[in-house]
């Protein structure tokens, strides 16, 4: 069986143009992505992926309509209070790379609260590359 890596990088793309293909609002294409996401973290445990990072939001996501950008931002709340049981269960971590101050207050306040409660983890990490780039 081959090795697995230590560190996967996913880039999360797609998923206004997977809902426009089916004739739904780009917003469904982002939280069918955000279920996604949790299956791939859910393989990730299992496979023993130390570390995995997902791109989730690039600085030039910004330039998005607002409507769209603050669905963005809800799904990152709502992502982060239900993903959080699962951060324990699996003590995994959560980090966060980029310009977080540029996020929505609300969001800062969540990620904040996480990365805190799982900071003392270290059987795995969960990096989220948000407003970076």
């Known amino acids: 069986m ?5 560190h996967v990088a996913i ?3 797609g998923n206004g143009r997977w809902a426009k293909a089916r004739g739904l609002p780009r917003v ?3 939280e069918e992505g955000a279920e996604s996401i949790r299956t791939v973290l859910r393989t990730a445990r299992k496979a023993g ?3 995995l990072t997902l791109y989730a939001f690039s600085v030039e996501n910004w330039s998005r309509p607002d409507a769209e950008v603050k ?9 982060l209070k239900r993903e959080e049981k699962e951060l324990h269960a699996n003590t995994t971590r959560l ?9 929505p207050e609300r969001a800062q306040r969540e990620l904040n609260r996480v990365m805190e ?4 983890y270290d059987e795995a990490q ?4 948000l407003s970076y780039g």
């Open 2 to 6: 081959a090795k697995l890596p230590t």
């Open 11 to 13: 880039i999360m793309d």
């Open 28 to 30: 469904k294409g982002h």
């Open 49 to 51: 992926v130390k570390y």
């Open 71 to 79: 669905a963005l931002m809800n799904l990152l709340v709502t992502f």
């Open 95 to 103: 980090r966060v790379i980029g310009r977080t101050s540029d996020l």
């Open 117 to 120: 409660a799982t900071s003392h």
């Open 126 to 129: 969960l990096v989220l590359s």
